[in-house]
């Protein structure tokens, strides 16, 4: 089995709501929400097996909102919903979803 799987995947885009594309929308929910999805979808029959742990990244942003990051606070909402459900359908199963949640950084 599989005892752990980490979904750490986080691409943004900057822009007020009128001028982003659909397509920005788009590639950011492709990556940062779909992505968690997939992997998860893939792996679960394993974790389960194993009694083992979800652990999805987010973000701040999963829970509030900020201007001109609606693109990637969408897919970040996604997530964290994803992330409550999963939790939900597991404990039956004692397998733990953790929603790890960093504030904003600023990288070097």
Avoid: H
């Amino acid at each position: 089995g599989l005892w752990g799987l980490v979904n750490n995947a986080g691409v943004s885009t900057f822009g007020e709501v009128e001028f982003a594309s659909l397509d920005n929308y788009k590639k950011v929910a492709e990556i940062n929400l779909w992505g968690t999805v997939r992997v998860t979808k893939a792996f679960l029959p394993l974790i389960r097996r194993a009694k083992g742990r979800v652990v999805n990244t987010t973000s701040m942003l999963g829970r509030m909102v900020s201007p001109s990051r609606s693109c990637y606070c969408i897919s970040k909402f996604g997530v964290t919903a994803f992330s409550d459900c999963l939790r939900q359908e597991m404990y039956r199963w004692d397998v733990r979803v953790i929603l790890i949640e960093p504030s904003n950084f600023v990288a070097a």
